[in-house]
């Protein structure tokens, strides 16, 4: 009787065990496009923060196509996780997705960009209006009252793209000359593209506000060597910060999108063992320049 009683709290305690192990939880991470270093860091950054705190993570790829997304979201669902954390494609189109999630009972988290519509347990994020205030501060600072700016925008439609805007043009407003603005999509050939066709349009450009390094890399090509023009960046990818350490780009705007990803993975661990979570989560911001 005894042996069968040790048999049985031992069974107990190997159960006990087993469930303690399937309780790290399973998460979900949807990223906007991994064909952009800074998305690429910020897959790192949830990795690493998985590993480190035993858990499944599944990261999917939307290739900034919002039916890839609601597709990728779906899947998730499916294959019931726990929690979804996603970088949106678009702030508004994202809406399907969150919804969805939000009727399979599944929490979500969104990283970077917010959602415009939908139950978002937290937004994890860099104070992007906050980041564009520094660059047109550091741009005036450096050319001067009426000084002739270029702008080139992110995606519209996604939070980061207006508020970076936002941030900017409350500097820029009776202080700077913002002769062009334009969207290249957060793309450096679409930056080189529309770089180009500024310098073609405007007899005299002074600086250059590009709400992504990869836009403002793109402009700095179409610049060349030939012409005086001031660039600022904003993410600090690993060739941003070449670019500026050279003396090509004047500076960029620091975020930590590793620091976002293992926040987000860490947050969805506090939401798996019912833990609550602020609305919203910061991270740092700072100015890097030579």
Known sequence: MKKTLKLLVVGLCIGMMSTVAFAKGKVGLVVSTLNNPFFVDLKEGAQDEAKKLDMELIVLDSQNDPAKELSNVEDLIVRGVDVILINPTDSDAVYRAVRNANRSKVPVVTLDRGANRGNVVTHIASDNAAGGKMAGEFILEKLGKNAKIVELEGIPGT????????????????????????????????????????????????????????????????????????????????????SVKKGEMAATVAQQPKLIGSQGVETANKIINGEKTPKFIPVELKLITK
């Open 159 to 242: 939070t980061a793209a207006r508020d970076r805007g936002k941030g900017f043009n409350d500097v820029a407003k009776g202080n700077l000359d913002v002769v062009g603005r334009q969207a290249a999509d957060f793309d450096r050939t679409k930056g080189l593209n529309v770089m180009e066709n500024m310098i073609q349009a405007q007899p005299k450009i002074d600086g250059v506000f590009a709400h992504n390094d990869e836009m403002a890399l793109g402009a700095l090509r179409a610049i060349g060597n030939n012409k005086n023009i001031l660039v600022v960046g904003f993410d600090a990818t690993d060739d941003a910060v070449k």
